[in-house]
């Protein structure tokens, strides 16, 4: 045991493992002089010698037993310490008695040689103190750091067989009589462990039953108040301490009898918990060991846990993520954690469902504090859950959250499909509820109780993460072990939509979850029905845009923009239609999808905007559709309010990136001569012109060179047109010419001659051979109307310009001449 020979005190390494570091006993207080230390010393010499314990004697006690980290007692000083505690004409003031036993201690655990004789002396008078002392007027502190150093001694090597038995009927006698003292303080439960600890460890193995019945029963008879997790977990380490020693030191008949005893199933719930981490130790311990006949205890340590998750299950079969008893939320925290901490661990049906409950109850508690928020007032939220949900953070089940959702993964794979499928549809409607009931905390929160809010992420942070690891699981050991096509394809879009109600809660990007995603879209695009499924579970319009609240918080008004766990969702579902838009058919996308696409297009954030654009982009492009007649239908039809839409909202909300996609988009897959298609374009010209319109370029010459500024979205607008000249039917290529030139000889002489030089470049770079002829033709023709509106007129405003042109004042440059021109 590597960790074992790190420390020298036992009880120091047990809180250490345990968390316990908080505990008074084992703080390192400020380094003692060794000047002190002698001075020390020579008080208690003197003490003895003058046969008078004062106050100044009691202090150097403490000095001594404050430098007990660095302190090393001889023989000779522990001769002095029982000197003193056998002298009957030293009367010793009962705060003194503790700080002897602790001295001893210290000697018994730092010395490398003991004489036999100085560990009987020590014995006897052990004896003698506790024989009545400690029946006369009960401490916890000399009853603790007694029972510490009683099993220290019977760990001593050198130790004769008999003093080694003696110490260990004293212990029990302790144990069983005064168990109720160490309830009282946490900091008693580390000394008595450690005690017990070193008496497991002696090779006098008379009384080791009864030590182990003593460990078992500890907190059943101190009715409970000192049975938490850290005290559970010290459990553990002190049978992964003990256990080594006791298999080196013992027969085969004598761990058989250990078996059966440490591993006891008992019905009261603090031993229960004894039994579950004192099993998970000695797996601990079984699990690093290369000895095969450890394998039986093995199994019967598995079996034990299993008896006491059998329990757990039938206990809590009714109960739901709120309503859990505290004697079940303590034992699932004890028993997810003890297997956390076991190492390899056999499936057993009914501990698989037990770390289901514990991570949706114990170790992410989300649904509990939802309800607690808001049954409670609004002004008392802060002192009533804040401190809770801190607390929980800075939990040791919350910081072992990995390791245990690791020990679940793995218990999935190993299960039967029944157990997967309900633990499944467990985790799946988890997942939804936790995205309902943040919605509307979050709404209560947001801007009012940023500190509760942000713990609250923190922890859905997390079980973000065992949800992706729980479905990457499922998609390895599942999807791919040749499962029905209706079952696979059930499944895969459970995940994404569970993914959908955890998105919120992604701060990073994490290859297993983009592993997961891949693996169920590929099987959900393949199939229409699953395709259809996974689109009909997106939230109604209706729901999108009214929020439910609690009745004390009806007063807030709803914004569907500032619903950031609502929107990243639609996102998450956004990003996933286009790898399958190809199944969806044209009547699903009209009723479901299109309301929340055109919806999102006006969202201010970009990327949600633009990833709406790319489910237009998306069915644009799409032409397996049964029906394509419909289809196209639908395409057409849906062209109208796209453009009107995203136009509305140029340069605002609209991202230009998403706006020229699902323009090309919709002009190259439209049918040639598509009146959407000739709508489209007027519309754009009609934007460009407005553009434009609302610029003085007339005095800001310079503009038209950088482009820079204020005609930084004309100049967008201008290239898309530009980039139509390539790509639109040859039905439509007049009409976007005309439109194009009526724009061009609107604009100053610099904004003529800039756009032109676009134009040839765009002309000369053209590997068209149909249309090209054309356009160079048209190019020639609009240089010349340019070069004539110059020469001809006195440039205006560009604003003066474009009235004189729509009223008709311009008769050179009246559509008629253009078009006949062109």
Known sequence: MAKKAEYVFLEEWLCSSSGTHENTTLRHPPSTSAQNIIRAWADLRDSLHNKSFQSNHLQSLRTLVNAQFSLYIADPQAKLLLSILSSQKVSLPQESYPLFVRLLYIWVRKSSRHSPGVIDSAVEVLL????????????????????????????????????????????????????????????????VLAGIGYALSSSVNIYFVR?????????????????????????????????????????????????????????????????????????????RSEQKALMELKT????????????????????????????????????????????????????????????????????????????SPSGNLVGLVLNEVQQHLDSIIFKEAGAITGVFCNQYVLADDENRSIVEDIIWNYCRDVYMWHRQVALMLRDREEALLGNLEKIAESTFFMVVFFALAVTKHKLGLGAPQEIQMRLSVRILVAFSCMEYFRRMRLPEYMDTIRAVVTRVQENESACVSFVESLPSYDDLTNQAVPTSFQKMEYLWTTDEVQTARILFYLRVIPTCVECIPASVFRKVLAPTMFLYMGHPTGKVAKASHSVFVAFMSSGKDADLDESVTLKEQLVFYYVKRSLEGYPGFTPFEGLASGVVALVRHLPAGSPSIFYCISCLIEKADSLCSSVNTTTKNDLWKSWDGELEHFKQMLDLLLRLLSLVDIQVLPSLMKLLAQLVVRLPSNGQDMILNELYQHVAESDDVIRKPTLVSWLQSLSYLCYQNTSKKTPKGVGQVIHDSMSGTMDSLSMNKITARL
Not at 135 to 162: D, I, W
């Open 128 to 191: 003698h103190l506790f024989s009545g002392h400690i029946h006369s007027n009960k401490s916890l502190s000399f009853f603790s750091e007694g029972v510490l150093l009683l099993g220290a001694l019977s760990f001593v090597p050198s130790a004769s067989e008999k003093s080694k038995t003696v110490c260990l009927k004293l212990l029990c006698q302790l144990l069983e009589e005064d168990y109720r003292l160490i309830g009282l303080s946490e900091r008693a439960i580390p000394n």
């Open 300 to 375: 019967s340590a598995e079996g034990r846990i299993e008896i006491i998750a059998h329990g757990l299950v039938s206990s809590a079969r009714d109960a739901d993520y709120a309503t859990v008893e505290p004697r079940n939320s303590f034992l699932l925290q004890c028993l997810s954690l003890a297997l956390s901490k076991s190492g390899p661990f056999s499936y057993q049906a009914h501990v698989f469902l037990c770390l289901t409950t514990a991570l949706l109850t114990e170790i992410f508690p989300l649904p509990r504090i939802y309800v607690k928020i808001q049954e």
């Open 211 to 287: 030590v182990l019945c003593c460990l078992m029963e500890l907190w059943d008879k101190s009715d409970g108040p000192s049975a938490s997790v850290s005290n559970g977990l010290m459990v553990l380490h002190l049978m992964e301490w003990s256990f080594p020693n006791f298999i080196n030191s013992h027969s085969a008949d004598k761990i058989d009898l250990f078996s059966r005893e440490v591993l006891k199933n008992t019905q009261p719930a603090f031993s229960l918990f004894a039994v579950v981490m004192a099993a998970a130790g000695v797996l601990r311990v079984i699990n």
